[in-house]
Protein backbone atom coordinates (compact mmCIF):
# COMPACT_ATOMS: atom_id res chain seq x y z
CA UNK A 1 0.00 0.00 0.00
CA UNK A 2 1.00 3.28 -0.68
CA UNK A 3 2.11 6.66 0.70
CA UNK A 4 0.96 9.64 -0.57
CA UNK A 5 3.26 12.41 0.30
CA UNK A 6 0.31 15.38 -0.82
CA UNK A 7 -2.75 14.19 0.60
CA UNK A 8 -6.03 13.08 -0.63
CA UNK A 9 -7.49 16.66 -1.40
CA UNK A 10 -10.87 18.19 -0.83
CA UNK A 11 -13.65 15.54 -0.97
CA UNK A 12 -17.27 16.33 -2.14
CA UNK A 13 -18.81 16.14 0.74
CA UNK A 14 -16.17 17.96 2.86
CA UNK A 15 -17.44 20.63 0.73
CA UNK A 16 -21.15 20.08 1.32
CA UNK A 17 -20.70 20.11 4.71
CA UNK A 18 -18.84 23.26 5.09
CA UNK A 19 -21.65 25.09 2.72
CA UNK A 20 -24.16 23.79 5.17
CA UNK A 21 -22.68 25.17 7.97
CA UNK A 22 -22.41 28.64 6.52
CA UNK A 23 -25.40 28.68 5.21
CA UNK A 24 -27.03 27.53 9.04
CA UNK A 25 -24.86 30.16 10.49
CA UNK A 26 -26.25 33.26 8.23
CA UNK A 27 -29.88 32.34 8.63
CA UNK A 28 -29.15 32.06 12.37
CA UNK A 29 -27.22 35.45 12.37
CA UNK A 30 -30.29 37.15 9.73
CA UNK A 31 -32.80 35.73 12.08
CA UNK A 32 -31.65 37.99 15.32
CA UNK A 33 -29.73 40.54 13.60
CA UNK A 34 -30.82 41.31 10.15
CA UNK A 35 -34.07 42.81 10.59
CA UNK A 36 -32.18 46.32 11.89
CA UNK A 37 -29.33 45.99 9.08
CA UNK A 38 -31.97 45.55 6.19
CA UNK A 39 -32.99 49.41 5.43
CA UNK A 40 -36.18 47.95 3.94
CA UNK A 41 -37.29 46.23 7.05
CA UNK A 42 -35.70 48.66 9.36
CA UNK A 43 -37.54 51.77 7.62
CA UNK A 44 -40.74 49.72 7.78
CA UNK A 45 -40.52 49.70 11.18
CA UNK A 46 -40.18 52.86 11.85
CA UNK A 47 -43.00 54.00 9.54
CA UNK A 48 -44.81 51.95 11.71
CA UNK A 49 -43.86 53.17 14.86
CA UNK A 50 -43.85 56.57 13.50
CA UNK A 51 -47.93 55.85 12.63
CA UNK A 52 -48.86 54.24 16.15
CA UNK A 53 -47.86 57.09 18.29
CA UNK A 54 -49.13 59.91 16.66
CA UNK A 55 -47.11 60.51 13.36
CA UNK A 56 -44.87 63.52 14.24
CA UNK A 57 -41.46 61.46 14.83
CA UNK A 58 -40.79 63.01 17.85
CA UNK A 59 -43.17 60.77 20.42
CA UNK A 60 -41.49 57.17 20.21
CA UNK A 61 -38.19 55.38 20.74
CA UNK A 62 -37.75 52.51 18.25
CA UNK A 63 -35.47 49.83 19.27
CA UNK A 64 -34.46 46.49 18.34
CA UNK A 65 -34.40 44.11 21.01
CA UNK A 66 -32.40 40.09 20.80
CA UNK A 67 -31.45 37.62 22.92
CA UNK A 68 -27.98 39.24 24.97
CA UNK A 69 -25.94 37.35 27.47
CA UNK A 70 -28.15 38.47 30.32
CA UNK A 71 -31.53 38.50 29.02
CA UNK A 72 -33.23 35.65 26.60
CA UNK A 73 -35.59 36.84 24.84
CA UNK A 74 -37.07 36.55 21.17
CA UNK A 75 -35.86 39.35 18.95
CA UNK A 76 -38.72 42.03 17.86
CA UNK A 77 -38.92 45.93 17.34
CA UNK A 78 -39.82 47.83 20.45
CA UNK A 79 -41.92 50.85 19.84
CA UNK A 80 -41.86 53.03 23.22
CA UNK A 81 -44.92 55.66 23.08
CA UNK A 82 -43.01 58.62 24.44
CA UNK A 83 -45.96 60.91 24.71
CA UNK A 84 -47.05 60.42 28.38
CA UNK A 85 -44.56 60.16 30.93
CA UNK A 86 -44.24 56.58 30.96
CA UNK A 87 -42.67 54.28 28.76
CA UNK A 88 -45.58 52.40 27.18
CA UNK A 89 -44.11 49.41 24.91
CA UNK A 90 -45.26 48.37 21.48
CA UNK A 91 -44.25 45.25 20.45
CA UNK A 92 -44.24 45.02 16.54
CA UNK A 93 -42.80 41.79 16.33
CA UNK A 94 -39.93 40.49 14.08
CA UNK A 95 -41.71 41.54 10.46
CA UNK A 96 -42.92 44.49 10.06
CA UNK A 97 -45.16 45.06 6.97
CA UNK A 98 -43.07 46.71 4.32
Known amino acids: MGVSAVGQGIQVSTVRHVIATILVFIA ?55 RTGEDKVISLGWWVDL
Open 28 to 82: VFYYFYGPPLTSMMANAAEAECNRLTGSNYRTYRLEWESTTLTQLSYPHWACYDM
